[in-house]
């Protein structure tokens, strides 16, 4: 008996050491977390379950066990903090690396955009996206220095408006047609350089914006959860997040 209740505790112990942590998010951060995920769990054995994409996709499971949730941005998780009020706090969430916001044109650039001002010429077709941490950003793009002009002259090229990334992505390799798509650096990694090169724009026009990341208030293993975020934190990671377009902290 007493052997018995050994190898149940023993049992129950190793379980709860290696429970899964259930992470959400949106899409476009997934490259880099998934390959800091791999890399966590081979040293640690601690087993790390991502579910990504649009919040539509993930937020019921979310709502049910989630132990960590991530964003794209910071609109993006006070919009979480409001669908999950029982999950997140505000107070608890983290802040991860940064990455540019410029433009993607096609890989042989036959426009010759490389700068923000390009884009307002006469004849050249933009999408942008207004969601996926990215709601008003060719807004604040155009009006970063007080000029209403670049906001006329932008709207009147932008032809196509993307709900999220991912519809993006997909119209981008349907239509060629398109000439320029206002996004982040990320983005244009996950298109490939066949179909995409990224144009970093100069300080006039260039904008920032932040991953935050939290752990989720009734999570059961909060201290495992905290301990992967300090890893995505760690100097070990940065190279990670570098190669994927992100800005080294």
Do not use: C
């Amino acid at each position: 008996m007493k052997k018995l209740f050994i190898l149940t505790f023993a049992f129950l112990f190793a379980s709860q050491l290696y429970a899964e942590i259930f992470i959400y998010g949106p899409g476009i951060p997934t490259p880099p977390i998934t390959k800091l995920a791999q890399k966590y769990e081979a040293n640690t054995k601690q087993k790390i379950v991502l579910q990504t994409g649009p919040t539509n996709l993930w937020l019921e499971n979310a709502k049910k066990n989630a132990d960590i949730v991530f964003s794209g941005s910071t609109e993006m998780m006070d919009g979480f903090i409001n669908l999950m009020p029982n999950k997140l706090d505000f107070k608890n969430i983290q802040v991860l690396n940064i990455r540019e916001a410029g433009i993607i044109v096609r890989a042989n650039n036959p426009k010759k955009i490389v700068k923000f001002s390009d884009i307002l010429k006469p004849n050249v077709k933009v999408m942008v996206v207004n969601g996926g941490a990215q709601i008003g950003l060719h807004e604040d793009m155009a009006l970063k220095n007080k000029e209403r002009d670049n906001l006329i002259k932008l709207r009147s090229n932008i032809a196509f408006i993307a709900p999220n990334h991912k519809v993006a992505m997909e119209e981008w390799k349907k239509d060629s047609s398109y000439d320029a798509l206002i996004t982040w650096k990320p983005l244009a990694k996950v298109l490939g350089d066949e179909n995409a090169k990224f144009i970093s724009l100069d300080n006039k026009s260039i904008l920032y914006r932040a991953l935050e990341i939290s752990v989720a208030k009734d999570s059961k293993q909060k201290q495992e959860a905290q301990q992967f975020i300090d890893f995505l934190k760690s100097k070990e990671a940065q190279a990670v997040w570098v190669e994927y377009g992100y800005i080294a902290n």
